[in-house]
């Protein structure tokens, strides 16, 4: 693959800081969703028919993913990457709706919440990160999927802050995880060096097909905050939308990114 083509390298994530960003976020969700009254479980959220007592249930799941696995004999070896994951992860989407639906049906949200917690922290501690797990999309070092699991966690986090109306403090080490990864899917699906994407303070990619910059202000440039960027990687904002609301700065003739958002759905 040639200089020009080539996508991003794979970025080294702390494991220390990823498993305790995990556990901080998970612990906010569990604050906030304990609070929630009747009413509250039964607000709409902007991820189609689901309620917040459906995101609730699918928080729980996201991270009970982790203690589930790591019950299970590990696989030989792993068959995805964190950058193979943002792009790979939609194809799923019909069955973690299903099973949404029953957990949120059979189960207390607050008590599910906790029961995972229980679980995780029973658990977690012992594993290496380098243990293979099975896990959706397909088997991956246990790391990586901690990684992904601080994704899970912003990106549901904001949905449920949103439905709520109110803010939820997010986990900064999970927030710049979170931005970081997205930021290395756009770099995956559009790979080149012609415009930069800038997602201060915590991300800087090269992407999207053309001449190659290599010294100086690049000519294409995008840049926003970590939020805005999540949102949009994620579908949840429409690219003319945040342009139009100076949310997201774009220069140059090649900096449109409409064309290749989300990264991830």
Request: charged share 25%; net charge negative.
């Amino acid at each position: 693959m040639s200089p020009a083509t080539r996508g991003p390298r794979p970025r080294r994530y702390d494991p220390a800081k990823t498993r305790a960003a995990v556990t901080s976020q998970y612990a906010q969700v569990c604050r906030v969703v304990g609070e929630l009254t009747p009413e509250q479980f039964a607000l709409p959220t902007r991820l189609g028919d689901w309620t917040v007592r459906e995101l609730a249930a699918h928080l729980a799941m996201g991270v009970g993913s982790v203690a589930r696995a790591l019950r299970l004999p590990a696989p030989a070896e792993p068959e995805f990457t964190l950058l193979d994951w943002p792009a790979a992860t939609a194809r799923y989407a019909a069955s973690v709706d299903e099973r949404v639906h029953e957990l949120a049906a059979g189960n207390d949200p607050v008590e599910l919440l906790e029961r995972t917690a229980e679980e995780l922290a029973e658990v977690l501690p012992t594993e290496p990160d380098d243990r293979v797990i099975a896990c959706l999309p397909g088997a991956m070092l246990l790391g990586d999927h901690l990684v992904t699991r601080c994704l899970e966690l912003i990106v549901h986090g904001d949905d449920l802050a949103v439905a709520l109306g109110r803010e939820i403090p997010f986990d900064r080490h999970a927030l710049a995880t979170t931005a970081r990864l997205l930021a290395d899917g756009l770099a995956v699906k559009a790979p080149g060096g012609s415009v930069e994407v800038r997602v201060p303070p915590f991300a800087v990619v090269q992407c999207v097909a053309g001449p190659r910059h290599t010294r100086g202000t690049p000519p294409n440039v995008v840049e926003t905050d970590p939020l805005t960027w999540i949102r949009l990687a994620t579908g949840r904002l429409d690219w003319a939308e945040a342009v139009d609301a100076a949310a997201v700065s774009a220069s140059g003739e090649r900096a449109d990114l409409g064309g290749l958002l989300p990264v991830m759905s």
